[in-house]
């Protein structure tokens, strides 16, 4: 094994008119194993394993015959470029055909900014036709060094290259059109700058005045002001949200992928040039919140719904995490009885002035205390949030105070829902009107919170908040009375829910309904019928990334593809903490395998869980929140029995339904754990 050295390629790291295999996982899995006995990664298997996933999100062959499949990854220890012209070609998924100049690109988990830098003069490299034309020329693999590290600076004479920000020419005719643009793939190493430079030369063929700004991994440097003010359009290149969108606030805008800016940059300029003068074009909001996604007209009801109610959702989760967590830590240390005078005992008493029952008492009333003010955050937050997702900042007071009036009505987590979309539509019809000069300033911290709040709490509590309040009150009362049969049935119902779409929407309906049940019934007894729904949920959430690992790690490998075998041995450690997503590899892989199997092992340990009467004092944490579960053998009984369920209904439908035919890929001696 060579030492490493200062530069990122070597002799070594190149192979010249061969064959790697009939396939890019082949070709790619060769490249990994040469760098790593160059010295330069320390598992062939991790590398190719990253890359391999990286490959499998979008194939990274381009057109001209290049393929750059690449990664970061912890196995890598220098940043390096493996080098393979092969013979004969191998498809890597590009429309024009076989790719025969491949290079595997490999950085380090950490790479420094400079080191990604240098990666990504490669990738612009790529796009000049002079230094691909001398890679197939090449006679050996010196000379294929030398031309690299010239065109990456490596040989103290760099080819010339794009800046990372072009500026803008001079003397601009007027009637030109401008064009800003952004690209950023999820690496930002490669498909970035390639983009970049792709779109810059269309540009210039098109006559257009386009300034492009790469943001990759390596750091970006934001355009300046004035260039994204004198542009008539935007385009956005991206895989990932666009750092700090709301500069190219009110710009007509054409949204795609970074790959798109690669391989069709003319046509993306042709479309840029007739936004600019369209008055319907979709434009960029001035939100840096809603700037992100797709604008509103061109989503459904359902989908802008949906992505309302899972925004405060999603905020509304830190909180019952860290409150449900302190809670169940102040029964642990203070016992059940803990609730009785908790406040009493973080006034009354301190470190030096312990209260009667002694040290625990005292640290179980502290952390109970404060589970239970984060816990009383629950309601705002979720209302304040679905209203910041309709109408950006001026909907969150707004939202909040509607959130709060909602638990005073005892309308719970309902009366969020309903108080939240409230206090948006209002935020967002009162941002609409039209206002004299003098008074837009005010608009958004004084006027919108003001009105806002006062009409959409005003309907909550004169209108809205009784009626449902007693509809909670109702549905309360008809939970604590269900026993036997109808008991199992709802754990049914929630597991085959949790189990559904595996973390959104009909997962995180099933998941608020325990949590704001937990929220409300701290206080009651520790083991009600709230208790018994959040151990319901959580065990069968724990269920599908738990048997996913089963089956691909255990019992059926053959049926696995490597990266899934990968994925298998991290899904273990986050089925175990109560992360439903860690499935999702699979589902994504095999939607209708995965999910029906997934959905029967949740129905059975939902209702399992249920009929022995297992209680949660926890709102996550899965198996590592032991001491807030009793009985604790009842919850690892019940999520055996589904992981068990799920894990061979999988197999089953894998081998007897439509089977997946799995890419051969050679054997490896040595398999490395996925890092969480």
């Not at 919170?449 to 909670?472: D, T």
């Not at 701290?522 to 018994?532: D, G, I, M, R, W």
């Not at 340990?605 to 009985?631: E, K, N, R, Y």
Request: glycine share 10%.
């Amino acid at each position: 094994m060579s030492s490493p050295t200062s530069h990122t390629i070597t002799a070594g790291l190149v192979s010249l008119d061969v064959g790697l295999g009939s396939d890019k996982a082949a070709v790619i899995r060769a490249l990994a194993e040469r760098v790593v006995r160059e010295g330069r990664a320390t598992d062939s298997e991790a590398l190719f394993s990253d890359a391999w996933a990286r490959e499998q999100k979008d194939e990274t062959g381009l057109p001209g015959g290049i393929a750059i499949p690449h990664a970061k990854s912890a196995a890598v220890t220098q940043p390096s470029l493996a080098f393979a012209r092969l013979a004969p070609g191998v498809d890597f998924g590009a429309d024009d055909g076989p790719a025969d100049l491949v290079f595997l690109i490999a950085a380090p988990a950490d790479a420094a900014e400079d080191h990604l830098a240098v990666l990504s003069k490669l990738a612009r490299s790529l796009m000049d036709d002079g230094f691909t034309s001398a890679l197939r020329s090449a006679g050996t693999g010196d000379e294929v060094v030398a031309i690299v590290r010239e065109a990456i600076g490596e040989s103290g004479v760099a080819r010339a290259a794009a800046a990372s920000t072009p500026a803008r020419p001079e003397n601009i005719e007027a009637a030109r059109t401008r064009i800003v643009a952004v690209t950023a793939c999820a690496t930002g190493i490669a498909h970035t700058f390639m983009a970049a430079d792709a779109l810059t030369a269309a540009g210039r063929k098109a006559d257009v005045d386009l300034v492009v700004e790469p943001q990759g991994s390596s750091g970006y440097q934001a355009l300046p002001a004035e260039v994204i003010r004198d542009a008539d359009a935007v385009i956005f290149a991206v895989d990932v949200d666009v750092r700090e969108p709301q500069r190219f606030a009110g710009k007509p805008v054409v949204r795609t992928s970074v790959k798109r800016g690669i391989e069709q940059p003319e046509k993306l300029i042709a479309e840029a040039v007739a936004a600019a003068s369209d008055p319907r074009a979709e434009r960029v909001s001035g939100s840096a919140a809603a700037a992100s996604t797709a604008t509103g007209a061109q989503e459904s009801v359902g989908a802008r719904i949906k992505r309302w109610l899972l925004t405060g959702v999603s905020y509304m989760i830190p909180f019952v995490a860290g409150g449900g967590l302190l809670i169940a830590l102040g029964f642990l240390l203070g016992g059940y009885q803990v609730t009785d005078d908790a406040a009493t005992v973080i006034v009354e008493n301190s470190l030096w002035d312990l209260p009667a029952g002694g040290l625990g008492q005292y640290l179980g009333s502290v952390a109970f205390m404060i589970g239970a003010t984060s816990m009383g955050f629950l309601v705002p937050v979720l209302a304040g949030f679905i209203a910041f997702a309709i109408a950006d900042r001026p909907g969150i007071a707004p939202g909040f105070v509607a959130g709060a009036v909602a638990v005073l009505m005892s309308a719970g987590f309902i009366g969020g829902l309903i108080g939240g979309l409230l206090a948006g539509f209002i935020a967002l019809w009162l941002g609409r009107l039209p206002a004299p000069r003098w008074l837009r300033g005010l608009m958004p911290v004084v006027i919108i919170p003001l009105v806002g709040s006062i009409v959409a709490s005003g309907l909550m509590i004169l209108f809205l908040g009784r009626p449902i309040a007693q509809l909670m009150t109702w549905l309360t009362e008809w939970l604590n009375s269900l026993n036997g049969a109808s008991a199992v049935i709802l754990g049914v119902i929630l597991g085959l829910m949790m189990c559904f779409d595996l973390g959104g929407p009909v997962n995180k309906v099933a998941y608020t309904f325990a949590t704001t049940g937990l929220a409300a019934a701290t206080a009651s007894q520790p083991f009600s019928s709230p208790y018994l729904i959040m151990a319901a949920v959580m065990a069968a959430g724990m269920v599908p990334p738990l048997a996913m690992a089963l089956a691909s790690t255990v019992l059926a490998r053959n049926l696995f593809t490597p990266v899934e075998r990968e994925n298998g041995k991290a899904a273990w450690l986050l089925g175990a903490a109560f992360i439903s997503e860690g499935a999702i590899p699979f589902a994504a892989a095999d939607l209708f395998r995965v999910i029906p199997a997934s959905m029967l092992g949740g129905a059975v340990t939902g209702g399992l869980s249920m009929a022995i009467g297992v209680s949660s004092l926890a709102p996550h944490g899965g198996i590592f929140v032991f001491f807030a579960i009793q009985p604790v053998w009842g919850f690892v009984l019940s999520i055996l029995a589904g992981v068990l369920v799920s894990a061979f209904a999988v197999i089953a439908l894998k081998k007897w339904v439509h089977r997946r035919e799995v890419p051969v890929v050679a054997p490896v001696s040595t398999e490395v754990p996925v890092a969480v």
